[in-house]
Structures are given as C-alpha cells and as structure tokens.
C-alpha cells in the first residue's frame, strides 16, 4: 500500500517493529498451567522448550544488530543499507528500543544459578539500555518530545534494573573456585553441603557438570568451581 506522507509511513512502521520483539519473546517465555475444567483449551503445541535466557541473548542480539546499523556500519553480516534520513533513524531507534525492552523483559524469566550469572546478564542489559539511551540522545533534535519520552524511560529502566538485580543477587549463593585434595567429587560435596544425602547429591551433579568432570571419583589437582551453598560464610 503506497502511503504518500513519510511521516505516516513511519509511524506505521514503527508500530508494526516495536510489537515485533514481543510476540517473537513470547516463544521463549515458560507457559502459564493451563486451566482444570472440560471448558478449559489446551495450550498451543510449541515448537521448541521455552529458553528465556536464549530468547533475552537473541533481543540483545539483534538490538545490537540494529545499533550497528544505525551507526553506519557496512559488514558482510548486515545486508543492507544503513538508515538515510532522521525518521528512518528514529525507526530504527524504536526497533532497537523494543528489542533490549523485550530482552530485559525475557531475563525476569530466568532462574539464575550464582550471583556471578546474575551479575554477567546485568551486565548485558546495562550495556544494551547504556547504547539505546545515547542514540536516543543523539536524534533528541529530530522528534524531541518523542525522544525524550523514550530517554526518560531508558534511564528510568537503568536505575530499576540496577535496584531489581542487587536484590536479586544479595540472594544468590556464589561461585567459588577452590584447589581441593586428592578426594572423590561426592567427598567434595559432601564437605560443603553436609550429610543429608537430599543437600549431597545436587551439589555432586553440580561439581561435575561444572566442570566437566570425566570421572567423579577423581578431582585431579587442578582448581575446581563450585556453587557455594546458601548460608555459607
């Protein structure tokens, strides 16, 4: 459909990239429990295992994707052309805004293991909202009543995130790296979570899948990592 006016065009075209990232983040998202009852639907057959910690890696991705392009940059894994006019740009600007918005979203989705995980995907959401807030800033003169709604909102998620994940990493445990003895993985754990079998044995499936452990009844002598059980000093 030919739209004569640019700024229509636009503003159609946002609107269509902006609910974009939501509905691709929904594939990634763990399903509500469907309702009991004969009236009750069955849920959509998915495709794939709900991942929200690949779905939020795939928005920050292509978020920084669209940074790149925006910028200008030319590469054989951008095909393409860079955006040419300032409404194409603020487009772009939306798009990138709503990809890092569903990749924070999707991360409120993840069981983090460690405070050390928590910290790395901080990390990504603080990098990913730090970028889209200074091209915002960057086209502030070409809609400023719309960018600076959006600026606002980008800085206001930064300091959110900033609260919501110190709270959340305050009740993780930790990874810690030590250089055990010459023992078996299962005297490891045992060391650490004590003699209830019930603490044991996850730590034990933990030590060896951390580290790739060949056979569990030999550590070798190198450094391990191991998560630390809560309410350890």
């Known amino acids: 459909v030919a739209i004569g006016n ?3 065009a636009a503003t159609v075209l946002a609107s269509l990239v902006t609910s974009y990232p939501a509905k691709l983040g929904a594939s990634f998202r763990p399903q ?5 009852g004969p009236s009750a639907e069955a849920p ?14 795939l928005m920050f991705q292509i978020a ?8 200008g940059a030319i590469a054989a894994d951008l095909p393409g052309r860079a955006p040419a006019t300032e409404t194409e740009r603020l487009v772009y ?15 409120a989705e993840i069981e983090f293991e ?7 995907w901080q990390g990504k959401a ?10 915002a800033a960057e086209l502030a003169g070409a809609a400023p009543a719309v960018v600076a709604e959006l ?52 730590m034990l499936h933990d030590i060896v899948r951390r580290n790739r452990l060949r056979h569990p009844a030999v550590l070798g002598a190198g450094p391990l990592e191991l998560l630390k059980p809560k309410g350890q000093a």
């Open 6 to 8: 640019r700024k229509e």
């Open 32 to 36: 509500p429990p469907a309702a009991l």
């Open 44 to 57: 959509p057959a998915r495709l794939q295992v709900p991942d929200p910690r690949a779905g939020a890696g």
């Open 64 to 71: 920084a994707t669209i940074a790149r392009r925006t910028s």
């Open 93 to 107: 600007l939306a798009a990138e805004a709503a990809f890092v918005a569903e990749g924070i979203s999707l991360m």
């Open 114 to 120: 460690s405070r050390q995980d928590a910290q790395t």
């Open 126 to 135: 603080e990098t990913a909202l730090a970028g889209t807030s200074a091209r």
């Open 151 to 202: 600026w606002q909102a980008l800085e206001a998620a930064r300091g959110r995130l900033a609260i919501d994940m110190s709270e959340v990493v305050g009740r993780l445990p930790a990874v810690i790296t030590i250089t055990p003895p010459r023992a078996s993985a299962w005297l490891l754990a045992q060391h650490y979570a004590g003699d209830n079998p019930a603490d044991v044995v996850p």
